[in-house]
């Protein structure tokens, strides 16, 4: 869109990012917004990037992405290393082309590095040329831990121990790819020890790996937290708390959508229509 004058218009440059650690509820927020606003969400998660382990990473299903296109999702080879380097240049002609069809990128995942190599990287070339909104969906680190460790055993129904035997082998590196992800590494001792391992012995060794999972889960809450508080330290970093406190509180029970509106998708709502129209 353009100005008479043959400038861009504001809302041409406009880039909402929603920040935050594993299980705050980023990505159900990025796909409300994006309904509301005619967005597109950008993943911003370094492992949901690859394709495959769909439970392990806690992609959005089809269902979930209610239509909205999302892009960087299971798009990379899952051997190969997509550095940060590689996110900016893909995510900068991502939010080109959307910003071309005159729509609003929204950028959603938990990889600060991948956020911060994007908009600080480079010579401040990206704040030059974009506006950015931040949005930061927090929750009090119990709250997180305790969702995030259900959620580890839900990934158990959903298959998460066959997925992660998909790409066992012997000589498996867990320093490259996908197979960094948390829940593939914590697996090996168990996938080594099965054939050979009484019944009993087996469901021990799968208990202590579950245990680890949602140890390491919890952990990567904790770096992903002080990573944005980092940010919040920064020049340029104006983060708009909202506190989904209130949400966690009543997750899986009755209130629970009522809350999310409450405390979450309306906040944010008024933030974003604020930074588009203004
Ligand atoms: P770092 O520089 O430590 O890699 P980062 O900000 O770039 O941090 P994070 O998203 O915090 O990236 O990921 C750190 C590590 O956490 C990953 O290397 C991976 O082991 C694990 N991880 C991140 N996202 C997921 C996910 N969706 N599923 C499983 N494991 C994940």
Known sequence: ??????????????????????????????????????????????MQVYGGLDVIT?????EESAGIPHHLLGV?????????????????????????RGRVPIV??????????????EGGEFRSRY??????VDAALPLLHSFVSARVDRMAEKGLVEEARSLFHANADYSRGIRRSIGVPE???YFRMEASADEETRARIL??????????????????????????????????????????????????AEAWEKVVESPSTEIVRRFLTG
Request: with cysteine; hydrophobic share 40%.
């Open 76 to 100: 990379v080879h899952p051997d190969a290393d997509f550095t940060a380097l590689d996110f900016r240049r893909e995510a900068v002609h991502a939010i080109d082309s959307i910003l071309g």
């Open 108 to 121: 959603a995942g938990g990889s600060n590095s991948y956020i911060e190599g994007l908009v600080d990287g």
């Open 207 to 256: 208990e202590a790996a579950v245990d680890e999972i949602k140890a390491n889960t919890c952990k990567l809450t904790c770096i992903q937290l002080q990573k944005i508080h980092r940010f919040c330290t920064l020049p340029g970093w104006d983060l708009h708390r909202i506190d989904a406190g209130e949400f966690f509180l009543k997750r899986g029970q009755e209130g629970e």
């Open 1 to 46: 869109m353009e100005t008479p004058c043959g400038l861009p218009s504001r809302k041409d440059n406009k880039v909402v990012f929603v920040l935050g650690a594993t299980g705050s509820g980023k990505s159900k927020l990025a796909i409300a917004l994006a309904t509301q606003f005619d967005g597109e969400i950008i993943n911003s998660d370094k």
């Open 187 to 189: 697996m090996d001792h």
């Open 58 to 62: 806690n992609k959005v299903t089809k």
């Open 131 to 136: 506006q950015c909104l931040f949005l930061w």
